[in-house]
T-cell receptor, first 113, second 115 residues
């Protein structure tokens, strides 16, 4: 069974610090990875996607992918209180029947003013 | 970018009635739409996958007769919660695949409260 795991948190960081969110997945052949942010009572919104090993940066966000370790992370620099939300890691698992989009349970981030 | 429009955003209904939730893909065609349910402080749970012109595929434990899914066109999928009960109160969200870069785009969600 394809699985995506995240530490549920809550992860608390002070304003201005770097928040580090981690995700592991079970299938070695997965190729597509996504980070979503979900505010309470709202639907998820895409932060960024990553497909290649290494880092991908977008503003204050950096996604890191290590396929050998089956690990993807999201770093948030200069964390702001408005970053307080649940962060969902998602992985596309492919098989002979198509592809499955699987979410991790999410990590709650709290940025303290 | 691609937008998935979901309505209504909030609905309160009496126990035993049925509620229909609509998801429309704007500016793109969604041959497949995914329906999720989310309880407070819990993760998204995939309920079913709707396919245009064919029967939906339901996840294990999801009652197909209770959660009726119709995907009659390439831009519209509906979820009907039949004979709703208080335990069906939840946040329902639809999503569609919008490409390798954008991944899956979500509707804004529907907060269902059954009283």
């Amino acid at each position: 069974q394809k699985e995506v795991e995240q530490n549920s948190g809550p992860l608390s960081v002070p304003e201005g610090a770097i928040a580090s969110l981690n995700c592991t997945y079970s299938d070695r052949v997965s190729q597509s990875f996504f980070w979503y942010r979900q505010y309470s009572g709202k639907s998820p919104e895409l932060i960024m996607s990553i497909y290649s090993n290494g880092d991908k940066e977008d503003g204050r966000f950096t996604a890191q992918l290590n396929k050998a370790s089956q690990y993807v992370s999201l770093l948030i620099r200069d964390s702001q209180p408005s970053d307080s939300a649940t962060y969902l890691c998602a992985v596309i698992f492919s098989n002979n029947y198509g592809q499955n989009f699987v979410f991790g349970p999410g990590t709650r981030l709290s940025v303290l003013p | 970018g691609a937008v998935v429009s979901q309505h209504p955003s909030r609905v309160i209904c009496k126990s035993g009635t049925s509620v229909k939730i609509e998801c429309r893909s704007l500016d793109f065609q969604a041959t497949t739409m995914f329906w999720y349910r989310q309880f407070p402080k819990k993760s998204l749970m995939l309920m079913a996958t709707s396919n245009e012109g064919s029967k939906a595929t339901y996840e294990q434990g999801v009652e197909k007769d209770k959660f009726l899914i119709n995907h009659a066109s390439l831009t519209l999928s509906t979820l009907t919660v039949t004979s709703a009960h208080p335990e069906d109160s939840s946040f329902y969200i639809c999503s569609a695949y919008t490409g390798q870069v954008a991944g899956y785009t979500f509707g804004s969600g529907t907060r269902l409260t059954v009283v």
